[in-house]
């Protein structure tokens, strides 16, 4: 009968390093609920809007790209590896915000010619996402499957005229917001079971 030997970095006080590591961060799994909790409420804000509310549909858009960017600057301060990653994609939401806050007036338009690019850069990073943070079970099926939708409203936008996407660009920025909400929410009770 053998006995396994540890290997460098396998041993126990690399086990605990990681353990305090998890710990350290499910302590604070309620932050990832409240983030939720707030993209759910968004998205119901953005769906309730009329063609009188483009100004202010502007700076909701603004906040919740400012609000990604926020997460992903996070994740990247905390992440192990990739930390690239997080940020570039922190600096792509940041960017978005920017311009949503010069000119909210025009922003409703400018979003609606870009809202395909800009679905399809969201389903994107929710594939990738999903895959690099190596969930499993229902978060990752969550993630992935809210970026192949993602990808599908994008090429489904692309193809229409500005005027039907003007029309139809609250209701798809109050499904971004849902679907991000509900998946933040998911990840939220995922890593609460991890502090246990």
Known sequence: MSTAVP??????SSFAVDRAT??????????????GVMWVVAALVVLQFDK???T?????IGLMF????????????????????????GV???VASVLCFVHPENTFAGVADILGFLFLSVGIWWIVRSFVEGQSGAVFWL????GVMMVILAFWTSGQFFIEKAYTLLVFAGIWALMHGISDIFKAFAVRSLRD
């Open 52 to 54: 009188a509310s483009i």
């Open 92 to 94: 792509i939401f940041a």
């Open 22 to 35: 998890v710990e350290q961060v499910a302590k604070y799994w309620w932050l990832s609920l409240v983030t």
């Open 66 to 89: 400012a609000a990604a960017a926020a997460q992903q600057f996070v994740l990247a301060a905390v992440a192990e590896r990739l930390r690239w990653l997080w940020a570039m994609f």
């Open 7 to 12: 290997s460098p970095g396998m041993g126990e």
């Open 143 to 146: 993630g992935l499957i809210s």
């Open 56 to 60: 202010t549909v502007g700076v909701i």
